[in-house]
C-alpha cells in the first residue's frame, strides 16, 4: 500500500501563497491528497515519493521567496484530531452510528463492529439500509428530524439476533435541514446488566464479600432483605468465613448506614474489661476508673450498628446484661443506679454450636432465642469452591500492590490445586495460602510449585513442617529461604542469576549457598 508524505510549509502572511505551492506540485506532476492553509503556514499531503525527488520538491519550494521553511511532519492538524476522536468513539462502552444524507455509513465504531459482527471497513462508505432493519427509527430522522431515545431494535440474522437499544439526533446545517444522523447503540443484555447495578446499592454493599456461587449469592439475598428490617441477627459459620465482612454490609444497606458500626470480639478481652468496655463505668467505680467515668460501647453505638463477634464464648453474667439491652433498650453503667436509653442494632456472630451450648447450661436460652430472631448460614469454602478463582484473582491483584506488581500472570494449574482442598481455614487461610504463594514465587506467573498448604507443597512430595512445635521461627525461616534458593539455583543454572532474581548480591547468596550446604558442584 503507497504511503504518504506531510509537509509543514512557514510562509510570510501574503495573498497567493498558497497557489505559488500548489504550482510547484504541479509542476513535478505530484498528485495532492490534501491541503490545510492558515495565515503564515500551508500544509500538504502528497503521494509517497523518493528521497531525490523529495529533496528536489523541497528545493523548489525554497525558490518562492515568501517560504521561510519547510518540515516534514508525521500527521496534518486535521489528521490529528480525526484519530483523536475515533480513539474517544472506540473507547466508548456503546455503539456509535453516523451516516450521511445518502444513507452512506461514516461512522461505525468498534463496539458496532462487535455488536452487528462486521467489521469497519466492509461497512463505512455502504448504505446503512443493508445493515439494520428497513423500518430503523435513525432512517425517520430525515423524514421528521425528530430525536428519539432507547428504542428497542431486533434484527433476526437466522442464526443469530441482534437485540439493542437506540437513540439518535439528527445533523442539521444553517437552515435546519437534516444532512445526516448520528446513533448510540447498546447491546440491550448489557443495558440490562447496567440498570440492574444502578437500581441497586447492593453491589457496593457487598463488594468485599467476593464470589459468584450460588450458595453465597443466596446468603446475600437474605441478608439484604434481612438489612430493612430492625432484627437483630445471628451470624453462624465456621471461622474464616467472613461474618464482620456481612456485619458491614447488613450496616451498610440498613436505615443506620449514615451512624457509626462498632465490633468488639467477646473472646479477644477477660471479662472485667469486657464488662467495662460495654456497658461503661463511673468514676471510682473500681481501681483503675478513669477520672469521670467512660461510656461503653452501647452508648458510643447508639443510633448504629454493635457487632458482637464470637459471642459463644461471652460469659453467662454478662450475657444477662446482654439479655437487658436487647429486652429494654437501656444500658446501666458499672457502679451506677441510673439507667441510659440506647438505640442500637445488634449483629452477633459465632463459629460455636449455641443450641449444644444452651444444652449444657453454657449458653442463656432466653438470649439465645432473643439473638437468633434471623439467624444467616455462612457456607465454608469446601461448599463453595466455585468462587475460589475469583477470590484468588481479588487476592493476587490487592497483594501485588505490597508486592511491586510481582505477580503477572496466574497459571490454570495453580487454581486447580488450590481447588483440591478443604480450606479447614476456610477464606482467611486461602489468603494466606495466596500470599505465601506469592512471597514463594520465583517468577512472575503463579503455578502449582509455588503452592505451601499447612506448609506442604502440594503436587510433590515434600513437606517442610514447618508449623511443628519443636520448630522455632528462625528454623522456620532458614527452611523458606533454603527452599527459595535451592530452586532458584535450579532453574537459572548460575548463582549471579539466582542472586539478581532473588533481589540480594552475588556474596549473600553464596553465603547462603556455604550455610545451607546447598553447592552440589
Not at 302 to 320: R, S, V, Y
Request: hydrophobic share 40%; with cysteine; net charge neutral.
Amino acid at each position: 500500500m503507497k504511503g504518504n508524505i506531510r509537509f509543514e510549509i512557514k510562509t510570510k502572511d501574503t495573498i497567493g501563497i498558497t497557489l505559488k505551492i500548489l504550482e510547484k506540485l504541479y509542476e513535478m506532476k505530484i498528485d495532492l491528497r490534501a491541503a490545510e492553509v492558515f495565515s503564515e503556514k500551508v500544509c500538504v499531503k502528497i503521494d509517497e515519493i523518493d528521497d531525490e525527488k523529495k529533496k528536489k520538491l523541497i528545493d523548489k519550494l525554497y525558490s518562492i521567496d515568501e517560504v521561510l521553511k519547510v518540515e516534514e511532519v508525521e500527521l496534518l492538524a486535521y489528521e490529528k484530531n480525526e484519530r483523536k476522536l475515533i480513539a474517544i468513539i472506540d473507547a466508548v462502552d456503546e455503539g456509535i452510528l453516523a451516516v450521511n444524507k445518502d444513507y452512506e455509513v461514516e461512522i461505525f465504531n468498534r463496539y458496532c463492529e462487535n455488536l452487528f459482527r462486521c467489521s469497519k471497513d466492509e461497512v463505512v462508505g455502504s448504505d446503512i439500509r443493508n445493515i439494520i432493519n428497513k423500518d430503523a427509527p435513525i432512517l425517520s430522522l430525515f423524514k421528521d428530524g425528530i430525536p428519539y431515545d432507547n428504542i428497542e431494535q431486533l434484527i433476526d440474522r437466522g442464526e443469530y439476533k441482534i437485540h439493542y437499544l437506540t437513540s439518535g439526533r439528527p445533523v442539521l446545517d444553517d437552515e435546519g435541514n437534516t444532512i445526516g444522523a448520528v446513533a448510540s447503540i447498546k447491546d440491550i443484555n448489557k443495558a440490562m446488566e447496567l440498570v440492574e447495578v444502578v437500581n441497586t446499592i447492593k453491589d457496593g454493599a457487598f463488594s468485599e464479600i467476593i464470589g459468584k456461587s450460588r450458595s453465597i449469592e443466596y446468603v446475600k439475598r437474605i441478608a439484604a432483605s434481612v438489612a430493612k428490617t430492625s432484627s437483630t441477627v445471628l451470624l453462624l459459620g465456621e471461622s474464616g468465613t467472613g461474618k464482620e465482612l456481612f456485619a458491614k454490609a447488613i450496616h451498610r444497606l440498613s436505615s443506620r448506614a449514615n451512624n457509626k458500626f462498632i465490633a468488639v470480639n467477646c473472646a479477644a478481652l477477660p471479662e472485667n474489661l469486657l464488662e467495662s468496655e460495654l456497658f461503661g463505668y463511673v468514676e471510682g467505680s473500681f481501681t483503675g476508673a478513669l477520672k469521670g467515668g467512660k461510656n461503653g460501647i452501647f452508648v458510643e453505638a447508639n443510633g448504629g450498628t454493635l457487632f458482637l463477634d464470637e459471642i459463644g464464648e461471652m460469659p453467662l453474667k454478662l450475657q444477662a446484661k446482654l439479655l437487658r439491652v436487647l429486652q429494654e433498650g437501656v444500658v446501666r453503667r458499672i457502679g451506677s443506679s441510673e439507667e441510659v436509653k440506647v438505640d442500637i442494632r445488634i449483629i452477633a456472630a459465632t463459629n460455636r454450636d449455641l443450641d449444644n451450648m444452651v444444652k449444657n447450661g453454657q449458653f442463656r436460652e432466653d438470649l439465645y432465642y432473643r439473638l437468633s430472631v434471623m439467624p444467616i448460614y455462612l457456607p465454608p469454602l469446601r461448599e463453595r469452591k466455585d468462587d475460589i478463582p475469583l477470590l484468588v484473582n481479588y487476592f493476587v491483584e490487592n497483594l501485588n500492590k505490597k508486592f511491586n506488581g510481582k505477580i503477572k500472570k496466574i497459571d490454570i494449574g495453580f487454581i486447580e490445586e488450590l481447588m483440591k482442598y478443604d480450606w479447614p481455614g476456610n477464606i482467611r487461610e486461602l489468603q494466606n495460602v495466596v500470599e505465601r504463594s506469592i512471597i514463594l514465587c520465583e517468577g512472575n506467573i503463579l503455578t502449582r510449585d509455588c503452592i505451601y498448604i499447612n506448609v506442604e507443597r502440594i503436587g510433590k512430595n515434600v513437606t517442610m513442617n514447618l508449623c511443628g512445635d519443636e520448630m522455632k521461627l528462625e528454623e522456620v525461616v532458614a527452611q523458606c529461604e533454603k527452599e527459595a534458593i535451592r530452586r532458584a539455583i535450579e532453574k537459572y543454572k548460575s548463582y549471579r542469576a539466582a542472586a539478581k532474581h532473588l533481589g540480594v548480591s552475588h556474596t549473600t547468596i553464596m553465603n547462603k549457598i556455604k550455610k545451607y550446604k546447598l553447592d552440589h558442584s
